[in-house]
């Protein structure tokens, strides 16, 4: 299989992927506090990811980081620790998570304004026109409307927008170290910075281990498909293709959200939030083809 095939197959992967991450962790989270959910959520991560290697004979890899890279892992871990730590929050706050897939569609849009205050690349008109669409998508999906409740801006939608700058970053340093680094090594970094804080919180707030059943199903299902299978597949995904090009497949799983929330929680967002969504993908889009552009001139 040629690699660029690879890259966009690995792609949709974490797209499918991440999408049931949004309906598992939601039910999961109507059930229990954000700190249990953390400690059997990156648990489980860390233990299909160990079985993975282990069957693939690969666990020796672990052994072979750099040295000079340590410091990489350790900043990235904590990037994507807030960064996730803020995503939960808001899955738990915001009443529909499909709404929280389409805000998160501001990663890629803050990946693209990075490239152009640290590497000094130039926008076009058509990457301008994105950037104001997937302004205005999220304006549309944040809004909250006189009555609903205080304030204008819907509830949860804040630790979005805190945790795409911070995804960003990590997004951004991990591209530059996934030539030196494997992308299990990346994941089980970021599992295991997850998991120590977790248990952390647990011990000092005392709060107990135990759980509902149903709420731990959720977790197990979940955890296969996000702390394993989507970090993984996201990793490897942009081994193999631009950074630019993987945002604009993942961008999409907001849709795949829609329908899992429909289907799982009977929840019907708001047409203008329907719309918001649009907009942000489409937002994404011309963001990816203003960067494909540069790169032909």
């Not at 282990?54 to 960064?83: D, F, T």
Request: charged fraction near 10%.
């Amino acid at each position: 299989m040629k690699e660029r095939t690879k890259g966009y197959l690995l792609a949709v992967v974490a797209t499918l992927a991440m999408a049931n991450v949004y309906i598992f962790s939601k039910a999961a989270l109507n059930e229990i506090h954000l700190i249990q959910f953390g400690v059997y959520w990156y648990l489980l991560g860390i233990v299909w990811l160990l079985i993975y290697l282990i069957l693939r004979g690969q666990l020796g890899m672990l052994k072979e980081i750099p040295r000079n890279q340590w410091g990489q892992l350790a900043l990235i871990g904590l990037l994507e620790l807030g960064g996730t730590v803020f995503f939960f929050l808001a899955i738990q706050k915001m009443e529909n998570p499909a709404m929280v897939s389409f805000l998160g569609n501001l990663t890629p849009l803050l990946i693209t304004l990075l490239g152009v205050m640290l590497l000094h690349e130039r926008y076009v008109p058509i990457e301008i026109l994105g950037i104001v669409l997937t302004l205005g998508g999220a304006f549309l999906i944040s809004y909250q409307r006189p009555g609903e409740g205080s304030g204008w801006l819907r509830e949860g939608a804040e630790w979005v927008f805190l945790s795409s700058v911070l995804y960003a970053v990590a997004f951004v340093m991990a591209k530059h170290s996934i030539a030196r680094l494997n992308p299990f090594v990346l994941t089980l970094n970021r599992l295991v910075y997850l998991w120590a804080f977790s248990v952390g919180a647990l011990l000092i707030t005392g709060m107990s281990m135990v759980i509902p059943g149903k709420a731990f199903l959720n977790i197990v299902l979940g955890s296969f498909l996000g702390p394993f299978l989507t970090a993984l597949t996201n990793y490897s995904a942009i081994r193999y293709l631009e950074a630019s090009r993987t945002s604009i497949i993942t961008s999409s799983k907001g849709f795949f959200v829609l329908a899992g929330a429909f289907l799982y929680f009977g929840m019907v967002p708001a047409s203008w939030q329907i719309w918001g969504g649009v907009l942000t993908v489409t937002g994404v889009i011309l963001i990816t083809l203003g960067k494909q552009m540069l790169k032909k001139r």
